[in-house]
């Protein structure tokens, strides 16, 4: 075979890897997100009001900047690729915040915030809705107002602004567990955790969530941040234990509080404080 180079230039050419293909894709993609938005946004503020951040971190203000839904983000929502993944309200508001954070360490009570905010920023308060009575089971369409919804109210003095983890004192067996809030980031390795646990849940017909989300809420256990002792607490707690932590949580964690007053056109039975259904006309209207 002859080595006779038939184009003198061809042998300069430099040689493209996978590598590098993966590095110059990665700076596209950063450049094209991380390009200065011109359009409208809104400040919303955060239920955690930034108690939960680090000092320094974009979020602990308890403030957060959000822009507008546009034609990009109605793209994001009819992604059918998206949707089967169970990923497209994640990456809208991943789309959505202007603030420059790294979305695994939002809390998800301030990604709830955001999921109502960028509602109501996109197609207003009005958000109609079916109704199943719990009476009289007679389906109604409803109107709920978005607007209407408060942050829930908490004892601040239980937490430490700055600080990331607060301590509870258990109290049947007297042990402090040091816990945090749960981030996004968290939210998603209990996902992952929980489809590893799926086959052994379909054989003893038990379904782990509970102790999957204590083991991530916990960090330590009188000053013993050990995940095997965490893992043996989270599954061996006694049930005044479990009951009074499960009752300090419910009590004091900041939120949205998401409910209603709802009264039965049928049959007049009344609910003070109703969940607001989550149904396809959130984000699509009209669907």
Known sequence: MSNKVVNDSYQQRPVVTD?????QF???????????????????????KGYFYPEGHPLANGKIEIKYMTAKEEDILSSQTLIKQGVVIDRLLQSLIVTKIKYDDLLLMDKNSVF???????????????ITCPNCESKQNDHVDLATFEEKQVDWDNFEKGKTTFDYLLPTTKQTITLKFLTHGDDKAITENLKAAKKISKMTGVDPEFTTRLRQMIVAIDGNPDKAAIHRLSENMLSRDSLGLRDFLRKNTPDIETTFHYECGSCGHEVPKMAMPINVNFFWPGV
Do not use: C, F, H, M
Not at 116 to 129: E, H, M, T
């Open 19 to 23: 590598e590098d293909l993966k590095s």
């Open 26 to 48: 990665a700076q596209d993609y950063v450049t094209e997100i991380n390009t200065k938005y011109d359009g409208p946004t809104e400040i919303i503020d955060l239920p955690s």
């Open 116 to 130: 109502i905010a960028a509602r109501v920023l996109a197609y207003g308060n009005d958000y109609p809705v079916e």
